[in-house]
């Protein structure tokens, strides 16, 4: 391993120190080192016999080997953990930082907190799988048959933050059913008016919901039942 500058200037000091150079003008002299340099190391010299570092200087990490690798699990865990919540789980093994310590150490590691990148739930085979049950049903005759499907809207944008490193997370859009719901219909003859509900949609409320507009599926349908 190649010895640092510093590491380097100490071990040439050392051995003028031996060599019974032992003056820092006449160690300066022959290696143009800073005066406050040499100082320094003679005085090391006779205090130890040595000029090794010291080391240990600098302020102890607050955030121990064992701490990182506990905060890397919750992460895994939980990528959407803020940095509060970290410091409350660091805190109950007895590792008292704040959330400011937190977000600079997950920065140290590469890691970075932003809303993950929105995108469809359907995926390549979700939509070949579609493509085949209408060429397969193209000829069928739809006369009777009305179709109805329920989605939901977010009245507010997702602020839920993951940590990650190098690719930024992709969350995939669900049909969220904590919101507002809406269900319609159509069919040959048009479609069914809007149905809006806020509570969660099960088989029994699918069910009155159908109920509910059976008139008007069957004024839109009358001509064929």
Same mark, same amino acid.
């Given at each position: 391993?190649?010895?640092?500058?510093?590491?380097?200037?100490?071990?040439?000091?050392?051995?003028? +120190?031996?060599?019974?150079?032992? *003056? @820092?003008?006449?160690?300066?002299?022959? *290696?143009?080192?800073?005066?406050?340099?040499? =100082?320094?190391? /003679?005085?090391?010299?006779?205090?130890?016999?040595?000029?090794?570092?010291?080391? #240990?200087? #600098?302020?102890?990490?607050?955030?121990?080997? !064992?701490? %990182?690798?506990?905060?890397?699990?919750?992460?895994?865990?939980?990528?959407?953990?803020?940095?509060?919540?970290? @410091?409350?789980?660091? &805190? !109950?093994?007895?590792?008292?930082?704040?959330?400011? *310590?937190?977000?600079?150490?997950?920065?140290?590691?590469?890691?970075?907190?932003?809303?993950? /990148?929105? *995108?469809?739930? /359907?995926?390549?085979?979700?939509?070949?799988?579609?493509?085949? +049950?209408?060429?397969?049903?193209? !000829? &069928?005759?739809?006369?009777?048959?009305?179709?109805?499907?329920?989605?939901?809207?977010?009245?507010?944008?997702?602020?839920?933050?993951? +940590? =990650?490193?190098?690719?930024?997370?992709?969350?995939?859009?669900?049909? !969220?059913? %904590?919101?507002?719901?809406?269900?319609?219909?159509?069919?040959?003859? #048009?479609?069914? %008016?809007?149905?809006?509900?806020?509570?969660?949609?099960?088989?029994? =409320?699918?069910?009155?919901?159908?109920?509910?507009?059976?008139?008007?599926?069957? %004024?839109?349908?009358?001509?064929? +039942?």
């Amino acid at each position: 391993m190649v010895a640092s500058k510093q590491e380097s200037q100490r071990q040439m000091i050392l051995h003028f +120190w031996k060599q019974g150079i032992r *003056t @820092a003008a006449e160690i300066h002299s022959l *290696t143009k080192f800073p005066l406050k340099t040499i =100082y320094r190391n /003679l005085k090391k010299i006779e205090e130890t016999g040595d000029v090794k570092h010291k080391g #240990g200087s #600098g302020r102890i990490k607050k955030i121990t080997a !064992d701490a %990182s690798r506990a905060i890397g699990q919750y992460i895994r865990r939980n990528p959407t953990l803020s940095s509060v919540s970290i @410091a409350e789980k660091l &805190d !109950d093994i007895g590792v008292n930082v704040s959330r400011s *310590t937190v977000s600079r150490h997950l920065a140290d590691l590469g890691y970075r907190n932003a809303l993950p /990148l929105s *995108t469809p739930m /359907l995926t390549s085979a979700h939509k070949q799988k579609r493509v085949e +049950w209408a060429q397969k049903h193209k !000829d &069928d005759n739809w006369k009777n048959t009305l179709f109805s499907d329920e989605t939901s809207f977010r009245l507010f944008r997702n602020t839920i933050k993951h +940590w =990650y490193k190098n690719v930024r997370p992709i969350r995939p859009m669900p049909k !969220d059913r %904590s919101k507002i719901f809406a269900w319609g219909g159509f069919c040959v003859k #048009g479609k069914t %008016s809007l149905f809006c509900f806020r509570r969660i949609m099960d088989g029994k =409320y699918y069910t009155e919901i159908l109920e509910k507009h059976i008139p008007e599926i069957r %004024s839109m349908l009358r001509d064929e +039942w």
